[in-house]
């Protein structure tokens, strides 16, 4: 642990070799490598293709400019190949990059000097969703920020960044504190989807500072043959979801249920979104879609979520953060009360187009 590095970032791979090539020559091309040493941690988990061949043929190119270690992890979630490489960082930062992503050029020093000029855990900057046909530029639409959440600022938080309409909730868009990361003792929850989200979210009690920088700095690449895309109509996402929320409720039940409850209420809202969205992109039946719905709200804690979202009116409030007034509004409410009472959905394409 004494390479010096001050930032390291971590990459999990799996049969990366078709798209690894354009993240590591993003990695390559960062600025800051040209004033402060840098470290990328690639876990392996098992690839078949040219993965291995490509990142041995990265890590002699550099020459010494940059360190390159790989790990080799067993089959396992990217959660747990992430966890791995937070063991194996020595930087004083780390940052993260999928295999299929990039970073842009100036990426990791704008973050790094936001972190160091405010003195925070967390800085944080926006990013492109590059789908095949178009790319969406600044999808979040983050702006210059401090935070320091706290009590109910814990909430507002939670409601304008990590839930939001076009959610800011990803690691890759993240630069950490390694001694904050390592002091909280928290780790990526292996669950399939959303370890990102609850990961961000569970760092949120443990009082981080954080800057926002109002820049796209990354590219997030929507594929065709991606994994989730490919099975998007094969994975039950209803007990996928519900598996997200349960881990969810776990990880912050032991902090104050005032805050607790609202941050559960617009999670359980999330999670009932992300269900429809998938079986939008699917194209799933209705009756396969309500079957979807109808497994998370068969569980009793994560219904009684959906419920105080209209009974404790946190909808309203997470509404009007986001300026969703007059018919978007009721749209989500007739959404929320259709997943409670079995009702009729209304029509929510417009909400993923």
Request: glycine share 6%.
């Amino acid at each position: 642990m004494s390479s010096g590095a001050k930032i390291s970032i971590v990459m999990p791979t799996l049969d990366s070799g078709q798209h690894v090539a354009r993240a590591l020559e993003s990695i390559a091309g960062q600025t800051f490598k040209n004033s402060w040493p840098m470290e990328l941690i690639v876990v392996d988990s098992g690839s078949k293709d040219n993965t291995l061949q490509a990142l041995r043929s990265f890590s002699a190119h550099q020459q010494g400019k940059m360190a390159t270690i790989i790990v080799n992890s067993p089959v396992a979630s990217p959660s747990f190949q992430r966890n791995l490489g937070i063991e194996s960082a020595s930087g004083d930062y780390i940052a993260f990059c999928d295999s299929d992503d990039c970073m842009k050029p100036d990426m990791l020093s704008a973050l790094h000097d936001a972190a160091t000029t405010t003195n925070s855990d967390i800085a944080v900057c926006d990013f492109d969703m590059a789908y095949p046909e178009r790319t969406i530029e600044g999808f979040s639409q983050l702006s210059n920020g401090y935070f320091q959440p706290a009590g109910s600022g814990i909430c507002d938080y939670y409601y304008k960044f990590g839930a939001a309409p076009k959610p800011n909730n990803y690691v890759w868009s993240r630069l950490y504190r390694r001694e904050f990361l390592l002091n909280t003792g928290l780790r990526f929850p292996d669950t399939r989807y959303s370890e990102d989200h609850l990961f961000n979210l569970s760092l949120l009690f443990k009082g981080p500072r954080i800057a926002h920088i109002g820049k796209s700095l990354y590219c997030y690449v929507q594929h065709n043959d991606s994994l989730t895309r490919k099975n998007v109509g094969k994975a039950n996402h209803g007990q996928l979801f519900l598996d997200a929320f349960l881990c969810a409720a776990q990880a912050i039940n032991c902090q104050d249920k005032e805050i607790v409850e609202p941050i559960l209420a617009i999670y359980a809202y999330t999670r009932i979104k992300s269900i429809l969205f998938y079986a939008w992109l699917a194209r799933l039946p209705e009756a396969e879609t309500s079957a979807a719905i109808e497994t998370f709200t068969s569980n009793e804690p994560a219904r009684k979520s959906l419920a105080m979202c209209l009974h404790n009116n946190y909808i309203g409030h997470y509404c009007q953060m986001h300026g969703l007034l007059g018919e978007s509004e009721n749209i989500l409410r007739s959404m929320l009360n259709a997943c409670i009472n079995n009702g009729k959905m209304p029509d929510m394409s417009r909400e993923f187009a």
